[in-house]
């Protein structure tokens, strides 16, 4: 399944700001549910790369103060193995552009895929609801801690953005058929076109030969 909120600058793809902006927040769960992205799937990457260097000036300061940790310690673990999870992923995508690389948009393939369930229906259905649950996990769950919502607002970021993907991927085959269809239109007039210019060649009437000149005998 290929993701199409982060097109190429040639293509209008996904809802400006909101996109990119559900990509970044939906990245860490992504990140641990999928795996071999493609190479322009791993984007922005000057964005991630800012989150996970503060991710691991976060992780140095737990150390110094560990009551930080010991808050949130399902929550801040789960960013902490994205983080893991995403650098080793771009280096991935990046050795693998010398060899069979994915498309540059391809939006991973979900460790799920093992359920027979169509990319789609894991997009959209399964892995949001899996990010949300774990919210509920005795560990996790707190009502006074707000750090743990992260889990939902990640859970909502995904729901957001795989059905905002698969409205992207309906307008786009409808866009091919309706392409298809005014070329189809554009070469039937031409066809009936051709077909009556034919048949008026056909029907026009053709110059008859002029008979040869009878020779006048002479009178002598």
């Known amino acids: 399944m290929n993701d199409q909120q982060l097109g190429r600058k040639i293509q209008s793809s996904g809802i400006p700001v909101i996109s990119p902006l559900l990509h970044v927040i939906s990245m860490p ?11 322009q799937f791993l984007r922005p990457k000057c964005v991630l790369l800012a989150l996970c260097w503060a991710m691991l000036l976060f992780a140095a300061y737990s150390f110094i103060d560990p009551q930080i940790w010991n808050r949130h310690p399902w929550f801040f673990g789960f960013l902490g193995i994205a983080v893991l999870l995403y ?4 280096i991935r995508s990046i050795a693998s552009q010398w060899g069979d690389a994915p498309h540059d948009q391809y939006a991973g393939k979900s460790w799920f895929a093992i359920t027979g369930l169509s990319e789609e229906k894991i997009g959209v259905f399964l892995e949001p609801a899996l990010v949300a649950a774990a919210a509920f ?8 801690n707000p750090v743990e919502n992260g889990f939902f607002y990640i859970a909502t970021a995904m729901l957001l953005k795989a059905s905002i993907n698969s409205w992207e991927r309906i307008r786009k085959l409808k866009q091919q058929l309706d392409a298809t269809s005014d070329a189809e239109t554009v070469m039937n007039k031409v066809s009936k076109r051709r077909d009556s210019h034919h048949a008026d060649d056909v029907n026009k009437p053709t110059a008859t030969s002029r008979k040869a000149r009878a020779k006048r005998r002479r009178v002598e």
């Open 137 to 144: 996990l005795p560990l996790v769950k707190d009502a006074t």
């Open 29 to 39: 769960a992504l990140l641990i549910l999928r795996h071999n992205f493609g190479y």
């Open 87 to 90: 650098v080793l992923n771009l």
